[in-house]
């Protein structure tokens, strides 16, 4: 609760910074969301109604409202990405891990969603995890990745990245 | 190209956000300049410059610029449209990045000539680490006084530079639908007319340009108008960010000057060196997704300028080049191109919101080989419809790229069409 008046302040609590609060809120909940708490703290602090902030919450597509897993893998699918084989690249991770596009695995561990363009066409393809991207992907990457993620080695991450 | 002008410090500081390194090569020198010159002055050489807006809409700068100084409203607003999200484009994450006071000193030459106390840098949510950078840039200009009170020793020139994040929605990169984000509204595009130089933000006058548009400005001072031009051809001046993907051999950003041959651009050594397949050009996507499709047929000769573009029925737009080889049906691609506009229309207006999805109904059911003899002109009213009836920009532009296609390669949807 502390915590995340903090974070309103910082940011002035101001409306015009209305969605840097929110991910940054999104970025300290344990399962990766705005919970219906934190929605009230920011109407209440923001001096808006709960319902203003899940306009905004549920309107652009890096605020989620409802819970997510604790590693979620975003595939490109733009077409930049799409023609460079991102669609490859979603089979494998499917297999690895045994989920669908959409949807998450069973321990809650992983999701594997698709995202519009990140920006980085130039590595293409590409998976977004948090505020990390991983270009030029192949079969022996993403095993990696998911290998370090399951060892929870997230720094390790650093040296594939690009 | 030998002599780069907006990217020439690209690489070369140690720490971008550092006003010192920055300073070193050249940087807020155009400022400096601008404080001890008429204003006017300034406008003239923006004019002269010819520069061409760099976000995609390609408007005029000098006009835009005129027509915000005119207006004897105040206070103005200035605020830079930081939201890259045209797939296949990265520029501007790269002068946001690499030399972010280049940005910085075109938003405070703005601000100095239209005397705003406030500027705003709209960055998309996706590039939170550069958000940091260009924070720190921003405190570090702050610190030397190039930000605050009485900047540079003027008394009343007073300017603050706050950042704003997105968090994700395409359609913020649409001025009106930004200004709407950073007032704390949902960020849908405003039904326009009026102009943002009369009503924008807090209803108040306002100037919108991309991050590439201002990194031109100090420039463009810095080495007069009429040089500036002369980089690039008699209507479109200077150079631009041209960002190269999909399946060219060297995948990337470069700069290159107004007027390049576009042969050049796809296949010179220096720039994108072909194919990486080895395979035939199939077409290029140019200006992001809401851009129109070139085939090689129409590319000959090409020069890429705007003029020369829209002499052809396309477009440079944000800058990017979308190069498929001949691998790839074009009917696919724009499957593609269509799932991502479901999924970025924001859902204002009916035609846009319902019109996409029917859009890429209808093209899966050519690419699947389920389209009916009428497919092909109900797909062709479709893209009329949505174009005529959506509100804004986004809607208004999805059917750009099917059109090219119907237009040049009408046989491949014929083929595909079914009993």
């Given at each position: 609760m502390e915590q995340k008046l903090e974070i309103i302040h910082k940011h002035g609590g101001k409306k015009e910074n209305m969605l840097a609060i929110l991910l940054e809120l999104q970025s300290i909940s344990p399962e990766g969301y705005i919970e219906p708490e934190t929605a009230a703290l920011v109407a209440q602090e923001l001096g808006m109604t709960k319902t203003r902030v899940y306009e905004i919450a549920s309107y652009y597509a890096m605020l989620k409202v409802k819970p997510q897993a604790k590693y979620v893998l975003e595939v490109c699918n733009s077409s930049p990405?799409?023609?460079?084989?991102?669609d490859t690249i979603l089979h494998i991770l499917e297999q690895e891990l045994d989920v669908e596009i959409g949807k998450a695995t069973a321990d809650g561990m992983f999701a594997v969603h698709y995202t519009p363009c990140v920006g980085a066409c130039d590595i293409g393809p590409v998976i977004k995890i948090g505020d990390m991207v991983f270009g030029n992907l192949d079969e022996e990457k993403i095993r990696t990745i998911i290998g370090e993620l399951r060892a929870a080695h997230v720094s390790v991450l650093e040296e594939v990245r690009s | 190209m030998n002599n780069k002008i907006i990217s020439k410090r690209f690489g070369k500081l140690t720490d971008p956000a550092s006003v010192s390194e920055y300073r070193a090569m050249g940087g807020y020198t155009a400022i400096q300049q601008a404080i001890l010159t008429e204003k006017?002055?300034?406008?003239?050489?923006?004019?002269k410059a010819m520069l061409l807006g760099r976000g995609g809409a390609s408007y005029p700068m000098g006009r835009k610029w005129h027509h915000l100084y005119e207006n004897p409203r105040f206070p103005k607003y200035i605020v830079c449209n930081a939201d890259e999200g045209e797939p296949g484009t990265f520029k501007d994450k790269a002068l946001l990045s690499l030399d972010p006071h280049s940005v910085i000193e075109g938003m405070l030459i703005a601000g100095y000539l239209f005397s705003a106390d406030e500027g705003f840098i709209y960055i998309r949510g996706e590039y939170?680490?550069?958000?940091?950078?260009?924070?720190?840039?921003?405190d570090d200009a702050e610190q030397n006084g190039y930000l605050g009170q009485d900047i540079l020793g003027v008394k009343g020139f007073n300017y603050t530079i706050t950042i704003v994040s997105g968090a994700g929605a395409y359609v913020c990169g649409e001025n009106s639908a930004m200004l709407n984000s950073i007032e704390g509204l949902t960020g849908r595009p405003r039904v326009k007319p009026p102009h943002l130089a009369d009503i924008g933000l807090h209803k108040q006058p306002t100037l919108v340009n991309n991050v590439e548009s201002f990194a031109n400005v100090p420039v463009v001072l810095n080495m007069g108008g009429e040089a500036y031009r002369a980089l690039g051809t008699e209507k479109d001046g200077g150079t631009r960010l041209i960002c190269l993907s999909g399946h060219i051999k060297n995948?990337?950003?470069f700069e290159i000057p107004l007027g390049m041959p576009l042969d050049e651009i796809i296949y010179g050594e220096e720039y994108g060196g072909g194919m990486a397949s080895g395979k035939p050009l199939g077409f290029i996507h140019f200006g992001g997704q809401?851009?129109?499709?070139?085939?090689?047929?129409?590319?000959?000769?090409l020069i890429y300028s705007y003029?020369?573009?829209?002499?052809?029925?396309?477009?440079i737009g944000s800058g990017a080049l979308v190069v498929m080889d001949d691998s790839v049906s074009v009917v696919e691609y724009l499957e593609s191109v269509m799932g991502f506009f479901i999924h970025e229309s924001c859902g204002k207006c009916t035609p846009c919101r319902l019109g996409t999805t029917r859009l890429h109904e209808l093209l899966g059911s050519f690419v699947k080989g389920r389209a009916g003899q009428e497919d092909l002109s109900r797909l062709e009213n479709m893209l009329t419809h949505i174009t005529n009836l959506s509100s804004c920009g986004l809607g208004q532009s999805v059917a750009t790229s099917v059109r090219c296609a119907i237009r040049h390669r009408r046989n491949e949807f014929a083929a595909l069409i079914g009993n």
């Open positions: 990405c799409y023609f460079s084989k991102s | 006017e002055h300034i406008l003239e050489e923006i004019d939170r680490t550069i958000q940091e950078t260009f924070q720190r840039a921003l995948r990337g950003m809401s851009g129109p499709i070139g085939f090689p047929e129409q590319l000959e000769g003029e020369e573009m829209r002499a052809r029925s396309l477009a």
